[in-house]
């Protein structure tokens, strides 16, 4: 990382100080999750505008963007992909500034230094003393991956996260390929081949355990098993085809596997056939917006981010949301068939909260994903006949402020350093969110007109695992209680 960058991305670090570390590396193993998060904010101050526009100035920055805003162009993330350089001079919806930061081609996090860990051999957990002792296990095996990859190419910027697909493979893939063989014969076989959809396939590793697993335990079906891959990063695509054709066992599935280079927001074929779809920690990434509402008329705004010359991040609120946030909020209005978190708090207290000088003028942010909605979009478009099988977060610890709000961490070093706010220096930290799952059951159920079951992840690992595969010696298992904070939705 040259020198420039370090220097910007450090004093995006200094803005936004860092709290204590938290998931997705070895220092942030679940059970540090709880950490509390020991940040100091800076005083916003506001400035309304005829045309509807406020805007949230940082403290450290004096500069007023009236101008700025009036003259700069707003883009969008597809629109920055063909260029090499962060933008600067422009204006961007929360979701856009998130999905440019995070998949932009060239600086995007997930182009350049986004590495998932793979424990090489799998754990046998039937050896390991007990909980304390498979999660030193992780750590000494994390740090003897990093070294080396850092021999083959030494990354200080390295961003280096582990998912249940690779600490429990190939558990976790037979679990999934179990719950997919069984729905698949008591619906479609003979009359349909199992054809299987994996959005944002990390390593490949799950595709690789769901078709070892299929052809060992049932040869007929494995004959009839299409594996299609929608990847939109690159590189994990390269290493999810290296993986597929690396791997001893996996000479018979070259044939099924299809990888497909390409984001689903850009997906465009029609697919009739009945299909399985899976989404496994992809959803967390997807692009959210800002919503914060006027204390005393509880009316919503939409939140932006306007880069100056410098290329300083300046927060905005508007008073006209765009067609997408508004629709989020209708459609959540209309689908929701339990009360839903909001910002303003518990009706009662609203009027008390409000009245000066107690009260302040604007909420706190929520994070309402959109992105997600416009996914649910593409199934119902592109993917009639399909069944979705999605895993994600339910909470997140030590997120930023707000409803529904991200993680925002980078990595440096091998320590983890979360920040304060998801404007900052683009490809360089992971944004990522918890699903509300009764919202989101609810939203995927309105736009795709299909019934769901929502389940956590341990519920569905004790029904579909063979749980004796993953317990320690002392009758622990990791499997089912490492990720408390994470739930499944599935179409029946
Ligand atoms: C956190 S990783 C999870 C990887 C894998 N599912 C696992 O559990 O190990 C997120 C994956 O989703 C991919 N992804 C994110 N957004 C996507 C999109 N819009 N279309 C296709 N893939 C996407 C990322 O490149 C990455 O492979």
Redesign the pocket.
Known sequence: MDSLVLNQLFRQLFRHPACQSIRRSPSSLPRSQTRSFLTRRTPAKRKVQDDGMLWVKRGDITKNIDEEYRTYPTVTAKELRSRRERPRQVKMLTREFIDDSL?NPHYGY?SKHAT?FTPGEPFDFNRIDDGPAFHRMVGERYIEFEDRLDEIKPDIARQLWH????LFKPYYGETIARYLVSNYKLTLYPYHDLIIYE?????G??MLNILDFIRDTDYEVYQRTKFKI????PA?ADLQYKNLTDALNSRGHRDRVEIINR???DWDTYVHSPCFFLG???F???GHDTIRYDCQTEMPQQGGVLIDAAGEFHEYYNNQLDPVAARFLRVRQAAARRPFPSPLGPRLLRGLRSTPPFGKAHSLPEYIPTRLMQFFDVLNQYFPAHRLVASDFSSLPDAVPGINAPVVQTRYQRQTVPVTTPFVHQGYFDIFFPTDFNVVEDVYRAVTGKLTQVMSHEDFVDRWAYIEDTETRNGENPFLTWYKNASMLMTV
Do not use: H, K, Q
């Not at 959005?199 to 390593?203: C, L, P, T």
């Not at 929608?230 to 990063?233: K, M």
């Open positions: 998949y997930f998932i998912t249940p697909t690779e959005m944002g396939a990390g390593n590793t799950m929608i990847e939109i990063s994990l984001s689903i927001f496994l920690e992809v967390d990434n997807f």
